[in-house]
């Protein structure tokens, strides 16, 4: 694959300011006027593969353990892993970087078939619920974890990472390719009340690893 540009659906209309290409992909580290928050990241670069197994208890994928109970997350190491249902994981790479697809049966590398977008900062979940009947305020669920269901109409995977005071925090969503530009579309609409705007990989990064209040 060393010869194949590799391209996100995503495009934002602002301009950039500094980039880099890594492993096919060009990845956008920040955009000329990123605001104050909230921000929209495309993370579409980012490493994903699914995993499905009668007997997920028996996979380890890069040493690290697989949640039991669907709905659940384990956060480590810039690893996200989301127990979907009885049989399937998703593993999500949040840090730079990715490792090769295991040799074992079971994992696909969903990459390029989907999208991934960071909506996090101040009122991102006022913005969520415009989007969104699924309950990422429920008090019973501690983040990171894992909804299914439509956002804006899509069928998503989502996943809360935070939560803080009022309606800030953030959350990643996944979905198929095909719904890119609409999903920016409707996500940056909503947000528009806001200040939503585009950020690059570098404020996501920055977000992800702030040290715990």
């Not at 980039?19 to 580290?29: A, F, G, H, I």
Request: glycine share 8%.
């Amino acid at each position: 694959m060393t010869n194949i540009e590799r391209r996100s659906p995503v495009q934002f209309k602002s301009s950039i300011q500094k980039s880099e290409v890594r492993d096919n992909w060009t990845v956008v580290l920040a955009y000329a006027d990123e605001g104050q928050g909230p921000f929209l990241v495309d993370l579409s670069h980012k490493t994903r593969w699914d995993l499905q197994d009668k007997n997920l208890a028996r996979f380890k994928p890069l040493g690290k353990e697989v949640p039991e109970i669907p709905g659940t997350c384990r956060m480590e190491d810039g690893i996200l892993i989301n127990r979907m249902n009885r049989t399937q994981a998703a593993i999500w790479h949040l840090l730079p970087g990715a490792s090769d697809l295991p040799a074992e049966s079971g994992y696909t590398d969903v990459s390029d078939a989907t999208i991934c977008l960071a909506l996090f900062g101040p009122n991102a979940l006022a913005v969520v619920e415009k989007l969104c009947a699924l309950d990422f305020l429920d008090p019973g669920k501690h983040a990171p974890f894992l909804l299914q269901g439509p956002f804006s109409h899509v069928p998503c995977q989502l996943v809360l990472m935070e939560r803080g005071q009022g309606f800030d925090g953030g959350l990643l969503l996944t979905c198929s390719r095909g719904y890119a530009q609409s999903m920016v579309h409707a996500v940056m609409g909503a947000g528009a009340e806001f200040g939503l705007t585009p950020a690059g990989e570098k404020r996501f990064t920055d977000w992800l690893l702030k040290p715990a209040p």
